[in-house]
């Protein structure tokens, strides 16, 4: 099967992808949900989970707490909050006999056990498979709040759902549940206990046209949420179809109303597809949404304040600044590079981490058709305008593809490139203390908890380093299964997905 980004994991794809929940805090804090890939305001891939195991072995048991079987294709990264731990999969291992086939699928289960809740169940998209790739299922990693799910499903939708499903009724002002999980063409369901409750939808394949996947994670801040419309070229891969649509909405959480969108004009400037999900940060008092551009570019917006009249066409959001990562690659015409693996122009799939004014984003050659180049940038927040020349703080060039996300702690930036290796850096500085080189490929992103790093592979390896300026490998686990999904830790558990099952791994050697 061809597989197509970032992420998936992996963004996180993490690639990757690629992507938790999982805030910069000290050691002691205490035990936390993980709702959402990303710290809430900073997306940085930090947890304040102590105890956690540096040691497990799904084989024999050791340290696993349970184990859950999925599709046998699942790139997203679990979040857990309220009880629930949700993941996307696909349909291989049908939880209910009515949907047989190809489906993107979001599973919900329970915390304390692995028990089976519910699930959103998504028809796949039929006029082109390079809209929504065959057995990829749902990509995109949900974000919760409250008692709301936020998703974006494989069919483009962005998804609010009831985090209780069905089992307390069908609430909201959607109600056709039945129809939404039915192929087209087919007599509509009937929705049932453990199916998802959905209470409205956006459809973003009304405003972009998506490639491959639907593989960002949503943005919460305020009153809205800020998504990646994952716009890219088509089945050619030579041209953009919808070069005017936006790389970046921004929707009503409450209602799901289309309220904004950028206007940067990405579109023609996109190798291949936008992979990046939107990061956030407070630079002088005022709340900016960093956003990696599928044209290489970052962007820095003003978060939108009152929220646009409601009889209006959606608003622009003021851009504040723009850094290209690559100022040396072409900007015109830039489909003519596709499949030059020697060079061309880039491309950004991890997300942006704001760290101490400062934004930590990965970006480089495509890692499907570009050149295999990669570098980690940290730039100046706090500045304005196209900041290419002045912005760049310092950059540390990577000997691979990179389509991960940054994990930054105590003044360490850890990043892992698509070669599955593992560097850890000055934050400062950007100064390289260690490089620590794991087999096979990378999509996911690096976790830190609990003094560890932890990273997952494309050979269903968990490797796990000692945290801090000293390589250190405390142990590396053999999961029997590629792994495209992040690590998790919450509430004093570790959460790993490997392509068909999801683990919670507690330590019982305490």
């Not at 799910?149 to 307390?168: H, K, P, Q, S, W």
């Not at 558990?493 to 099952?501: D, E, G």
Request: with cysteine; proline share 7%; glycine share 10%.
């Amino acid at each position: 099967m061809k597989m197509t980004s970032t992420f998936w994991r992996g963004i996180a794809a993490g690639a990757g992808a690629a992507v938790l929940a999982i805030c910069a805090a000290a050691a002691t804090a205490p035990a936390a949900d993980a709702p959402q890939w990303g710290e809430a305001r900073t997306r940085n891939l930090v947890s304040p989970e102590t105890g956690l195991p540096d040691s497990f072995d799904p084989a024999t048991g050791k340290n696993i707490k349970w184990s859950v079987r999925l599709g046998d294709s699942t790139h997203s990264t679990p979040v857990i909050a309220a009880g629930k731990v949700l993941v996307g999969t696909n349909n291989d291992q049908p939880r209910d006999p009515r949907h047989q086939g190809d489906r993107g699928v979001l599973m919900c289960f329970d915390e304390k056990d692995g028990k089976f809740n519910w699930q959103l169940v998504v028809p796949k998209r039929v006029e082109d498979i390079y809209l929504d790739w065959p057995s990829i299922g749902i990509v995109s990693s949900p974000v919760v709040e409250g008692d709301r799910v936020y998703v974006v499903t494989n069919r483009a939708e962005v998804a609010c759902l009831d985090i209780a499903g069905m089992a307390n009724g069908n609430d909201g002002p959607f109600k056709d549940e039945g129809r939404h999980m039915t192929p087209a063409g087919r007599p509509a369901l009937e929705a049932g206990r453990t199916d998802a409750d959905i209470l409205w939808l956006f459809d973003m394949a009304s405003v972009a046209h998506q490639h491959d996947a639907a593989h960002a994670c949503v943005l919460v801040h305020g009153q809205f949420l800020y998504v990646n419309t994952c716009n890219g070229v088509d089945k050619t891969h030579l041209k953009v179809p919808e070069p005017g649509a936006p790389s970046l909405v921004v929707l009503d959480k409450a209602t799901g109303r289309y309220l904004a969108r950028d206007r940067a004009n990405m579109g023609p400037r996109t190798i291949h597809s936008t992979w990046s999900s939107p990061g956030v940060g407070e630079v002088g008092g005022r709340p900016l949404v960093f956003f990696g551009g599928g044209d290489g570019l970052c962007y820095a917006f003003e978060a939108l304040a009152p929220p646009p009249a409601a009889d209006g066409p959606p608003a622009a959001l003021k851009e504040v600044w723009r850094f290209d990562c690559d100022p040396a690659a072409p900007r015109e015409n830039v489909h003519q590079w596709q499949e030059n693996r020697r060079e061309g122009p880039s491309n950004i799939s991890g997300m942006p981490v704001f760290y101490k004014n400062r934004i930590y984003i990965t970006a480089g050659g495509d890692f499907w058709h570009g050149k295999p180049a990669s570098w980690l940038k940290c730039i100046d927040a706090a500045a304005s305008g196209d900041i290419t020349r002045t912005g760049q703080l310092w950059s540390f060039t990577m000997p691979s593809f990179c389509v991960s996300t940054p994990s930054i702690q105590d003044g360490l930036v850890y990043i892992a490139d698509a070669a599955a290796n593992v560097h850890c850096l000055d934050a400062e500085t950007g100064r390289a203390y260690w490089s620590h080189k794991a087999r096979g490929e990378t999509w996911a992103s690096t976790l830190v908890a609990d003094g560890k790093v932890y990273l997952a592979t494309r050979t269903g390896k968990v490797v796990i380093l000692a945290a801090g300026r000293q390589e250190k490998v405390l142990s590396t686990v053999d999961m029997k299964s590629p792994i495209s999904g992040s690590p998790v830790a919450a509430n004093g558990v570790l959460y790993v997905t490997t392509m068909t099952h999801l683990y919670a791994v507690q330590r019982t050697d305490k």
